[in-house]
């Protein structure tokens, strides 16, 4: 499961991106995860992989990356989708979408 804001645009910085780790319907503890990411694929097709950090204390399942103004460079429909690793197992999460809407000027 994802967690996108809404009206997000081409340029935002500061935006979370939220991740949650799912097994079975129930959250999985990241507490312990060796490795966090997350992968953002632009509507242009190209993909960025970036370090996630716990947007809580990970017993809910929660991971997040917060935007720069260059991820979020092109208008249209991106896909997002986490990825996580213990010392000895690794997940990754469903593929969701969210929109990044053009800017005027």
């Known amino acids: 499961m994802s967690t996108i804001s ?12 939220t991740v949650q780790v799912l097994d079975s319907g129930t959250a999985m503890d990241l507490s312990t995860a060796t490795l966090l990411k997350i992968f953002i694929k632009r509507a242009d097709g190209s993909v960025l992989e970036k370090t996630a950090s716990l947007s809580t204390s990970g017993t809910d399942g929660k991971m ?11 208008p249209g429909i991106y896909q997002i989708q ?6 000895t197992s690794n997940w990754s ?4 979408k969210f929109r990044v809407y053009p800017n005027i000027g």
């Open 82 to 87: 986490g990825y996580v690793e213990f010392n």
């Open 93 to 96: 999460t469903e593929i969701n």
């Open 64 to 74: 997040q990356y917060v935007t720069t103004d260059d991820d979020l460079s092109v």
């Open 6 to 17: 809404s009206n997000i645009h081409v340029g935002d910085a500061g935006t979370a991106l």
